[in-house]
């Protein structure tokens, strides 16, 4: 089990304490310590063991103590317990947008419901009218949501699947005889949301042997196919894992098809067919002869084409390009020359200005823009103009002692409903640039939803329009908005579109990126940042970037910093 499992561990426990009807001090308590494990940055078994973890603001005697016993057993006992007293439904409707605990509550005491199917029910016959603060758009609300989590009810974020796609790479590559070992699937392509890990191995031994390692790791549950070359692992409280075993000489063949996609593969049958070869799942054969493939690389080239970046693999036209050499050359990590939207202790962020820079600084970035929120946005700590003036005038300070990375006075603002900017237009002239976001009203209909947003694109602070569709993965749909208007306008008026980074965002997601970079729009990589851990968020960024194709010209903060002012001061 490795952090993150922890954190999961103890969000499920605090979850399962508020349902039951604990005390606040104690729910709070477990949250907290999920807050403080997530943040942290150093080695997590080494502190766990020697008890440093116990120095973190927020991790308790009690909380380090499950934490421990996930380490070692790979379980909790106290979750265990829990889920035995609380329905897992009632943890389940927890997910739905609008409904929190109160309300759950109600419903299980009032009308006895403990499953989303009766939830559903009851909101489809009018029942939940019997309860107080519930009504028709309450009960459409939550049939919208149990929609929602059905389409999705098995999937995971990309960001937990990494980390455990990660670790479990690692634990394979010490097994005898393995070889390589590659993270495969929709994880490598980078898909926002997961139903498995994929792992591709390369192996000398028979592939039961290494089923037989895994089935003894702490925390399977079982090992199905563990006789083949593919297998399944089965975890207590983790994604399934589905490894594709086989020798060194063909491993280029196993990760290409290991990574998929599915329709991606039928292109290269396709391509294999036209050149007088055979593609299937045993490998790539000319007539009765087999074409070694120890790389993916001599696969693709087998097949008359250039190596296809893993995110580019939807079977959309990257065998084509492929074929003709037109394959973009898609955004690094290292093109990133400045990091936006992160929030500070000005807001609800947990770290200061000078903490923020210095770890851009040392993350490589030559500036960095502070949005922390604006006034209306009391939920989030938003800033006054008073408070403002004193952030300003702290980085004007940092500023003139540092010469090797410049902070950039930036804000988050609030659009209101009507589509104007939080604070007046000349103290909005203070900011370096703006990003403008909705964060309430998301009930508004699709056309006046539009209107607001077209109305903040026309305002001429506007430089950035902030995780443009509202989505929370796994939480919510977007609000309803017409995006193909929001990106013609915002190219008209040269407003940049980000992709904001948080792992429950990725928005603007990537097939509407193709769509904006088509139209000319410029896409930032915003961290949407609250502690200095998720800087690291900026990888998920640059993964869907990947995805849609996006090159570092078509990136906002791929520019040096004159030209990232130069857009935002381009409409003043």
């Given at each position: 089990m490795d952090r993150l499992a922890a954190v999961h561990v103890l969000e499920q426990i605090a979850a399962h304490l508020e349902l039951r009807g604990d005390g606040e001090f104690r729910v709070r308590a477990f949250r907290n310590a999920a807050h403080a494990i997530e943040d942290f940055t150093g080695d997590f078994d080494e502190a766990a063991r020697t008890g440093a973890l116990g120095d973190l603001k927020g991790v308790g005697p009690a909380t380090l103590e499950v934490v421990r016993e996930c380490l070692a057993t790979g379980r909790s006992s106290t979750l265990e317990?829990?889920?035995?007293?609380?329905?897992?439904?009632?943890?389940?409707?927890?997910?739905?947008?609008?409904?929190?605990?109160?309300?759950?509550?109600?419903?299980h005491q009032r009308l006895g419901i403990a499953t989303l199917a009766e939830l559903e029910v009851a909101a489809r016959e009018g029942r939940l009218a019997q309860l107080p603060r519930f009504g028709r758009k309450t009960a459409e609300r939550i049939l919208r949501g149990i929609e929602y989590l059905r389409r999705t009810g098995d999937s995971h974020l990309l960001h937990h699947a990494l980390r455990q796609a990660e670790q479990l790479k690692r634990t394979i590559a010490g097994v005898p005889g393995v070889a390589q070992v590659e993270v495969a699937g929709s994880v490598r392509r980078r898909c926002e949301l997961v139903r498995d890990v994929d792992l591709a191995v390369a192996t000398t031994r028979p592939p039961g042997e290494l089923a037989g390692r895994l089935a003894g790791l702490s925390g399977v549950r079982d090992v199905v196919g563990a006789g083949d070359a593919t297998f399944t692992v089965h975890f207590d409280d983790a994604i399934p894992t589905k490894v594709y075993a086989g020798p060194p000489a063909d491993f280029g063949h196993l990760l290409v098809r290991a990574t998929g996609s599915r329709s991606h593969l039928d292109l290269l049958v396709l391509a294999a067919s036209e050149r007088g070869l055979a593609l299937d799942a045993s490998g790539l054969r000319r007539g009765e002869v087999r074409v070694a493939c120890p790389d993916e690389a001599s696969l693709y080239r087998a097949l008359g084409l250039a190596?296809?970046?893993?995110?580019?693999?939807?079977?959309?036209?990257?065998?084509?390009?492929?074929?003709?050499?037109?394959?973009?050359?898609l955004l690094e990590r290292s093109d990133l020359r400045g990091f936006v939207h992160?929030?500070?202790?000005?807001?609800?962020?947990?770290?200061?200005?000078?903490?923020?820079?210095?770890?851009?600084?040392?993350?490589?970035?030559?500036?960095?823009?502070?949005?922390?929120?604006?006034?209306?946005?009391?939920?989030?700590?938003?800033?006054?103009?008073?408070?403002?003036?004193?952030?300003?005038?702290?980085?004007?300070?940092?500023?003139?002692?540092?010469?090797?990375?410049?902070?950039?006075?930036?804000?988050?603002?609030?659009?209101?409903?009507?589509?104007?900017?939080?604070?007046?237009?000349?103290?909005?002239?203070?900011?370096?640039?703006?990003?403008?976001?909705?964060?309430?009203?998301?009930?508004?209909?699709?056309r006046a939803q539009t209107l607001r947003m077209l109305r903040a694109i026309e305002d001429r602070h506007t430089a950035i329009i902030g995780h443009p569709t509202g989505r929370l993965l796994l939480g919510r749909q977007g609000y309803p908005i017409d995006m193909r208007a929001v990106i013609a306008r915002a190219a008209d008026l040269g407003v940049a579109i980000e992709i904001n980074a948080d792992p429950q965002r990725l928005d603007l997601e990537w097939r509407l990126c193709i769509e904006a970079k088509a139209a000319g729009v410029?896409?930032?990589?915003?961290?949407?940042?609250?502690?200095?851990?998720?800087?690291?968020?900026?990888?998920?960024?640059?993964?869907?970037?990947?995805?849609?194709?996006?090159?570092?010209?078509?990136?906002?903060?791929?520019?040096?910093?004159?030209?990232?002012?130069?857009?935002?001061?381009?409409?003043?």
């Open positions: 317990q829990l889920k035995g007293e609380v329905p897992p439904g009632l943890v389940e409707m927890m997910r739905i947008s609008g409904l929190g605990v109160t309300k759950i509550r109600a419903l190596w296809v970046p893993a995110e580019l693999r939807e079977g959309s036209d990257e065998v084509a390009r492929a074929a003709a050499g037109t394959l973009p050359q992160c929030h500070t202790v000005y807001s609800d962020g947990a770290n200061t200005v000078a903490e923020v820079a210095d770890a851009c600084r040392a993350a490589g970035y030559g500036y960095v823009g502070i949005t922390d929120h604006s006034v209306a946005a009391a939920f989030a700590g938003g800033l006054t103009e008073e408070v403002i003036a004193r952030q300003h005038a702290e980085i004007e300070d940092f500023n003139a002692h540092h010469a090797d990375i410049r902070v950039l006075k930036g804000i988050e603002a609030d659009i209101l409903p009507d589509g104007r900017l939080d604070y007046t237009p000349e103290f909005l002239d203070r900011f370096d640039f703006v990003i403008a976001s909705i964060h309430t009203r998301l009930d508004l209909d699709e410029a896409i930032p990589i915003g961290a949407d940042a609250h502690s200095i851990a998720g800087l690291s968020n900026v990888d998920l960024g640059v993964g869907m970037a990947r995805k849609a194709g996006l090159t570092k010209d078509d990136v906002l903060n791929a520019r040096e910093e004159e030209g990232f002012l130069e857009h935002a001061k381009r409409r003043r």
